[in-house]
């Protein structure tokens, strides 16, 4: 390893440290913050009509190029992982990893991992990060699957966007918050649009799996984007408040398009009550879907790896 290379891996385990102790930090506000509303107060939802109004801001010009470039490539457990930069919303570049199995495939099924807020993409090549990403991405791999994931508006690489400082936190900035959230969700759209370019994805096997953040992102892409398959929501706040209404899932979930979903949820968790949890189920209009409780608060289980696994081997 030269020295350039180790000064960037010093680098990156630096940012990996101080990004865990801000989202500790976080956590112990969400626990400190966070109201929850009785199980009687209902999920605020929308009209048919205000729900198309929103969808429109998900829509994007599909005339603009992607301008996609392969920046390096390397191996990740035996898979090659390529760094891949694309133009997002408003002329962004948005920083991207895409890791295929070299299993000798021609054409690879494909999962686009979302991660919780304050995370960033290299989260996903790390067993003892917040969302298990090694153990998610690792066990996707071996079972032949592609994996794409990107880092979120004002997140990991893109720290610059937001002059070096964290994201907003939603409860306390939630228009800015908005437009981290749809915009990420668009830029996940070019994302499907960059794979629909290659011929090592198979582009009717797509997938999609968020947390948290994620989670918000995955009720929205799935409620707007056909083409995704099979989708995972786990940890997703359920709140209540109308100014948070345009990125609520409960504002997306009765549009779900998908072939199926699958929700995890924790029953121990800060950011929602299980019972307002089980009503936004509820609300997913599609036969093949299921929702899991683990005994967490606002982190996964070690477990949810293989079950992420295992719901796309049976539905993608």
């Known amino acids: 390893m030269n020295t350039l290379d180790l000064s960037n891996t010093i680098f990156k385990k630096l940012l990996s440290f101080f990004q865990t102790i801000v989202f500790c930090f976080i956590q112990l506000q969400v626990v400190a913050q966070v109201e929850k509303l009785s199980p009687e107060t209902p999920l605020p939802l929308v009209s048919n009509e205000v729900y198309q109004a929103l969808a429109q801001f998900l829509e994007y010009d599909r005339n603009i190029p992607l301008d996609d470039r392969i920046i390096s490539k390397d191996e990740f457990e035996g898979s090659t992982k390529e760094s891949i930069v694309f133009t997002g919303v408003n ?7 895409l890791i295929i ?13 979302i991660d ?15 969302p298990k990403g090694g153990l998610v991405t690792k066990s996707l791999l071996n079972k ?11 997140h990991g690489e893109r720290s610059y966007e937001n002059d070096f400082i964290p994201p907003p936190w939603p409860r306390q900035f939630p228009y800015q918050a908005r437009q981290v959230f749809l915009n990420t969700a668009i830029e996940y759209r070019r994302a499907i649009d960059y794979i629909s370019t290659r011929n090592d994805i198979d582009t009717t096997r797509i997938g999609v799996m968020g947390l948290s953040m994620g989670g918000l992102i995955t009720f929205e892409l799935t409620s707007v984007d056909t083409r995704i398959k099979s989708a995972v929501a786990g940890l997703t706040p359920v709140w209540k408040a109308r100014e948070f209404q345009p990125w609520l ?3 997306y979930a009765s549009h779900i398009k998908c072939g199926s979903f699958l929700m995890f949820m ?9 019972e307002d949890a089980h009503l936004l189920f509820d609300l997913i209009p599609i036969d093949q879907k299921e929702f899991v409780e683990y005994n967490v608060g606002h ?7 293989k079950k992420v696994t295992d719901w796309f081997l049976k539905n993608l």
């Open 249 to 251: 899932p409960s504002t």
């Open 299 to 305: 982190e996964p289980p070690i477990e949810y790896a």
């Open 266 to 274: 924790g029953n121990e968790d800060p950011v929602y009550t299980i």
């Open 91 to 97: 002329n962004s570049k948005v920083p991207a990893y």
């Open 101 to 113: 199995p070299n299993d000798g495939s021609a054409t690879h099924p494909i999962v686009f991992l």
């Open 116 to 130: 919780g807020i304050y995370g960033s993409k290299d989260r996903w090549l790390q067993d003892d990060s917040w």
């Open 144 to 154: 032949g699957y592609a994996v794409m994931t990107l880092d979120a508006v004002y």
